[in-house]
């Protein structure tokens, strides 16, 4: 079952937390104070689905604090800690969600909404640099794992 409560923090408690977050490092703090106000922190129990499998993608997840499994059907294939993130390939390809995010422990995450995400790119190309740098590092990881 999917719980999440959202958590109230004003937008400065935001973005202290955000400029903790390395995809984030570097951000102009004007960027920073944008994310933060248009974010929302959510909380999850042990074992809460963050995302289903096959939803469509409405957001971007920032793991602020805890630890999530990342499962495609069945079988766990990463593991998320504070600093990862996941939801952006849904957002940024249009598809629907290739893996179920499981919260393995009580897990905040910060969410931003599909209507922020790409604009929020555009005005920071670091970030989506970032972004495409980890994508580039969980493909090796996936084909190294297939690979006999």
């Keep these: ?84 993130f996941f939801g952006e390939i849904s957002l940024l390809e249009g598809q629907l969600r290739m893996a179920t995010v499981v919260a393995a422990e009580q897990t905040t995450c910060l969410g931003i909404l599909r209507s922020f995400f790409r604009p929020m790119l555009v005005r920071n190309p670091r970030v989506a640099l970032r972004i495409l740098e980890e994508e580039r590092r969980r493909l090796l990881i996936a084909r190294d794992r297939t690979e006999p």
């Design 1 to 84: 079952m999917n719980a999440k409560r959202i958590i109230a923090l004003d937008v400065s408690d935001r973005v202290r937390a955000l400029e903790r977050v390395p995809l984030l490092a570097g951000a102009p703090s004007e960027e920073l104070h944008e994310i933060a106000e248009r974010s929302h922190l959510l909380t999850f129990r042990a074992a809460d689905v963050i995302v289903p499998e096959g939803e469509e993608g409405l957001g971007f997840y920032l793991v602020l604090a805890g630890r999530a499994r990342v499962l495609r059907g069945d079988v766990e294939v990463d593991q998320l800690v504070p600093g990862d």
